[in-house]
């Protein structure tokens, strides 16, 4: 070819074609039709979420700070539906007022406080705590709670 020549534009393998470089003399050829499957699946790993779980179901709940026996614990959030012991713990609840329960949470010796927070919607807003009063594993009061936490989590 020579000047302005152009090589063909049509037969085997030059239709429907993206010619992309491959090497010296070994072009790559790749279908629209795949670079468009290859687009939407970009596409769709973009609109993946990582916010955890969504829809009504468990947040795990961990009372720590100390060797504790037994807690009394405020919780307050929306959507809201329960509370389950986790693992030995046992929960006892009662609501305060719309949102806000007071909870004992008792475990069968001396560690974390774990427990189940049942609500509407994992992936909404998470409820939060804190500790009114606790107890020891040989159910000793502590005189102070300072250094004692609840932590929600997926």
Same mark, same amino acid.
């Given at each position: 070819?020579?000047?302005?020549?152009?090589?063909?534009?049509?037969?085997?393998?030059?239709?429907?074609?993206?010619?992309? !470089?491959? #090497? +010296? %003399?070994?072009?790559?050829?790749?279908?629209? $039709?795949?670079? *468009?499957?290859? @687009?939407?699946?970009?596409?769709?790993?973009?609109?993946?979420?990582?916010?955890? !779980?969504? #829809? +009504? %179901?468990?947040?795990?709940?961990?009372?720590? $700070?100390?060797? *504790?026996?037994? @807690?009394?614990?405020?919780?307050?959030?929306?959507?809201?539906?329960?509370?389950?012991?986790? #693992?030995?713990?046992?929960?006892?609840?009662?609501?305060?007022?719309?949102?806000?329960?007071?909870?004992?949470?008792?475990?069968?010796?001396?560690?974390?406080?774990?427990?189940?927070?049942?609500?509407?919607?994992?992936?909404?807003?998470?409820?939060?705590?804190?500790?009114?009063?606790?107890?020891?594993?040989?159910?000793?009061?502590?005189?102070?709670?300072?250094?004692?936490?609840?932590?929600?989590?997926?």
């Amino acid at each position: 070819m020579s000047g302005g020549e152009r090589g063909p534009t049509s037969g085997p393998g030059r239709s429907g074609g993206v010619e992309l !470089p491959g #090497g +010296p %003399g070994r072009p790559i050829r790749i279908r629209r $039709g795949l670079l *468009l499957l290859l @687009a939407l699946a970009a596409l769709g790993l973009g609109a993946c979420s990582d916010d955890g !779980p969504s #829809g +009504p %179901g468990p947040v795990s709940a961990t009372v720590t $700070g100390a060797a *504790l026996g037994g @807690a009394v614990l405020e919780v307050t959030g929306t959507g809201i539906t329960g509370f389950e012991g986790a #693992g030995s713990s046992q929960v006892f609840h009662g609501s305060t007022a719309p949102g806000v329960y007071r909870l004992v949470v008792v475990g069968p010796g001396a560690g974390e406080l774990r427990f189940q927070i049942l609500v509407e919607d994992r992936s909404g807003m998470l409820p939060t705590g804190v500790v009114i009063s606790a107890v020891d594993g040989a159910n000793l009061p502590f005189a102070t709670t300072t250094g004692m936490s609840l932590t929600v989590a997926r």
